[in-house]
């Protein structure tokens, strides 16, 4: 079953021949194309309801990982019946997707297996969308809340007017409810795939290397790895660690092209690296 609604990582797709992969400068395009006004009610939703009351109520109903047992390689299958709809670039399954990007770091860096493994990890969270979760919840570019949004969130001076928070002095300045370069660790992010899949791989004790963890988290808080804001939050250890998300976000972005993996053949390595990174029936 594909899962509709409104939100902005996979909405919009710019015309291009389709044996052509994309110019760079076409992706991520929020301001032309026929699935524009859907991606723009995608973000309207979330801007208007990622709160940190409401963050911190889905870490409460998610935290206990008991919504379902499957192993990774059955999470990847789950995602066949999930479109992303924030994302502007892709109209086909997340899965080819997950292979596309594994497959695209495999090649620039073959020594690196456990990066490998973020490439069919780092979207499994959407698995969300398919608990009954609405995708303004799920998916699209992420923020911290609990401070002002900066200016390179997507859609930033037109969709947050109904955000409860941005009206609490708690909430509504640059810091907000923070200290100034307190990490990226102990910020609320808006919730939705990136967080969900991280509490994920903590809970399950997945044994990859720290800089998987945070492409994880992070690779869709595109105002920080790409807008460069947010700045005032970061620690040491978020700079150091950029470049990495930096490098992820490359094969995650430019590898959403048509010409889609022979995922058959592709299996047997990546159920190896499972096995050798988080086996068996994880908790979700």
Known sequence: MKVTGPDPSLVYRPDVDPEVAKDKASFRNYTSGPLL??????????????????????HA??????????TVMEAV????????????????????????????IRKAHPDKDWFHL??????????????????????????PVGCRPQASVVFCDSTFQDNPDL?????????GMYQPHCGLDRVLMSWGHDEYMYQVMKFNKFSLPPEAFYMIRFHSFYPWHTGR??????????LA?????????KFDLYTKCPDLPDVDK??????????????GILSW
């Open 118 to 143: 973020v490439g069919l990890l780092h979207d499994l969270g959407k698995v969300l969308a398919l608990f009954g979760e609405p995708q303004w919840a799920v998916v699209g570019d992420t923020f």
């Open 61 to 70: 109903q998610f935290g206990g990982f008991s919504y379902k047992k499957m």
């Open 241 to 249: 660690m950029l470049p990495w998300v930096r490098e992820f976000n």
């Open 266 to 279: 592709l299996r047997p390595y990546y159920q190896g690296l499972i096995d050798k990174y988080c086996p």
């Open 229 to 238: 804001d947010y700045q005032q939050l970061c620690s040491q250890q978020d």
């Open 167 to 175: 009206q609490d002095p708690r909430y509504s300045t640059e810091l």
């Open 37 to 58: 006004d859907r991606v723009f009610t995608t973000y309207k939703l979330m801007h208007t309801h990622q709160t940190v009351d409401f963050v911190r109520s889905k």
């Open 77 to 104: 299958d789950l995602l066949d019946g999930l479109v992303d709809e924030s994302d502007p670039d892709v109209d086909f399954p997340n899965s080819f997707h997950a292979f596309q990007t594994a497959e695209g």
